[in-house]
């Protein structure tokens, strides 16, 4: 449910955005998807890792909410897992690969390593993670 309301919340605005910043640009079709699809396949990262990372450092002693949703540690590892899923592909690029791969290819290549990330995690939290949370208390 945790991942569901995230994505409720987050994709609509994205799509949004998406289709002002298509218009805006005017960008050939290929890079309309590519611009759609990495930011899409982003979110439902985020959600499935955020999820992965909370089953991995519950937190059950707080004293209120505001202690268990902003100051725990699954937050913290959250917030810098994500960050580091964005720089570390843009600093590959900019400092690496940019003379051997052009920037759609390369963004096609991350939409696909997000996907297929979003994909494992998803397993997990579906199989292993539910067992998981059924034993925390």
Request: a positive charge; hydrophobic letters at 60%.
């Amino acid at each position: 449910a945790k991942a569901k309301l995230q994505m409720v919340i987050s994709i609509p605005a994205m799509l949004i955005i998406q289709i002002i910043i298509a218009f805006a640009l005017q960008l050939p079709l290929e890079y309309n998807f590519v611009l759609f699809a990495l930011p899409l396949v982003f979110t439902v990262f985020a959600a499935f890792f955020g999820l992965y990372i909370n089953l991995m450092f519950p937190k059950f002693d707080w004293v209120s909410e505001t202690v268990a949703v902003k100051q725990s540690a699954s937050i913290l590892l959250t917030m810098l897992g994500l960050t580091v899923a964005v720089v570390i592909p843009i600093v590959l690029y900019v400092f690496v690969l940019d003379k051997h791969m052009d920037i759609f290819t390369y963004t096609l290549l991350f939409t696909a390593i997000f996907g297929i990330a979003s994909l494992m995690l998803y397993r997990y939290i579906d199989g292993r993670g539910a067992k998981r949370f059924e034993g925390l208390q």
